[in-house]
């Protein structure tokens, strides 16, 4: 449904996307996660016809959209983009606004009830509330029947309640309808639960591809697992094919593991209290139902999260382990680690 190869893009004299490849097939939901200023909407701008590229090419529904020999007009490229700030017009009422893109003989009230906004219909935007405003923009964008839907951050701006009941409600319903989308998104929360497939985006260009769990659980590579959530690198000395001494014991890997690092994330750690253990707390941080844990070991800091409201304070002494399961994932060693 939408095939991107080989695509650069630049602001002014800045590379901002440099040889990048995508693809989605028909009712896929997928997502773009990268930090600010990866590129994320400009690559969105790139397909809505809203930023001209330097180089490669854009098909949506197997139609050439974009190459250096073609150019498709934004009106005529059956993609629709749901911007940050909605980007509604504030003198058109919930009804004109949805009709205003809808085909000629299409019932545009279909989408306004189906986002909940039957009884808004008479309503401008300046008397709508944030979530209101946002299940506007995704019934305009909706009517016009588009191929690919893109989406721009459209929850950034709510609050996290109401952007956590919004998410799972038009999210699940996209599901159902098999609406082909795209999600930009810094999010990882938002993003594992959005995506069939989740893209990283970072130096310009795809770093890894894949399911959310694949990514979780397996990253490609020290540079995706590091971004993926609070990860700490635990260095190793290699003592055998599959086998890694460290501050936290031997630790048994893949043999054709790489590397003599492993990335932990903090639910790969256990924490006990112990006198005498192996760690001592550095900090604790109560985040509802779960607390994380800042615990040194030796001369490594390690993140460890746990259920509830541990009995532990600063400075407490702890004997910190690998779950049954350790991480298969070892890579390049960092920066100004220390081995043990």
């Given amino acids: 449904m939408l095939k991107i190869q080989s695509l650069s893009a630049s602001h002014g004299k800045q590379p901002v996307l440099r040889d990048l490849d995508l693809v989605m097939t028909a009712g896929e939901c997928a997502s773009l996660l990268g930090p ?16 001209r590229p330097d180089a490669g090419t854009i098909v949506v529904d197997d139609q050439t959209v974009w190459s250096s020999q073609c150019d498709v007009a934004p009106v005529n490229r059956r993609v629709a983009m749901v911007f940050q700030s ?62 690919v839907l893109l989406l721009d951050e459209p929850f950034r701006h709510l609050d996290p309640g109401l952007a956590s009941d919004l998410r799972t409600e038009v999210f699940g319903w996209f599901r159902k309808q098999s609406i ?60 055998g094919p599959g086998r890694l001494e460290t501050c936290l014991g031997v630790i048994e890997v893949s043999p054709e593991t790489r590397g003599t690092t492993l990335w932990l994330r903090p639910e790969d750690l256990t924490v006990g209290p112990s006198d ?12 509802g139902p779960t607390t994380l844990l800042r615990v040194r070991v030796s001369d490594q800091l390690f993140s460890a999260r746990v259920t509830g409201d541990p009995p532990f304070t600063v400075g407490d002494p702890v004997q910190v382990q690998l779950r049954t399961t350790p991480p298969t994932f070892a890579d390049e060693e960092p920066s100004g680690a220390t081995r043990p």
Avoid: M
């Fill in 276 to 287: 005498p253990g192996n760690g001592r707390v550095e900090e604790v941080r109560f985040e």
């Fill in 36 to 51: 600010s200023g990866a590129g994320k909407s400009t690559l969105l701008r790139c397909v809505a016809g809203l930023h």
């Fill in 180 to 239: 082909t989308a795209l999600l930009v998104t810094h999010d990882q929360n938002e993003a594992f639960q959005f995506s069939d497939t989740v893209h990283v985006l970072g130096e310009r260009t795809i770093q890894a591809s894949g399911s959310p769990r694949s990514l979780e659980n397996k990253p490609p590579s020290a540079q995706v697992a590091r971004f993926l959530g609070r990860r700490t690198a635990l260095v190793g000395r290699s003592t």
């Fill in 86 to 147: 909605y980007a509604l017009w504030p003198h058109l009422t919930v009804a004109k606004q949805v009709a205003l893109v809808a085909p000629r003989g299409t019932d545009a009230n279909h989408w306004i009830d189906r986002l909940g906004l039957g009884e808004l219909r008479q309503r401008v935007p300046g008397q709508l509330s944030g979530g209101e405003q946002a299940r506007l923009a995704l019934a305009r964008a909706l009517a016009g029947q588009p191929k």
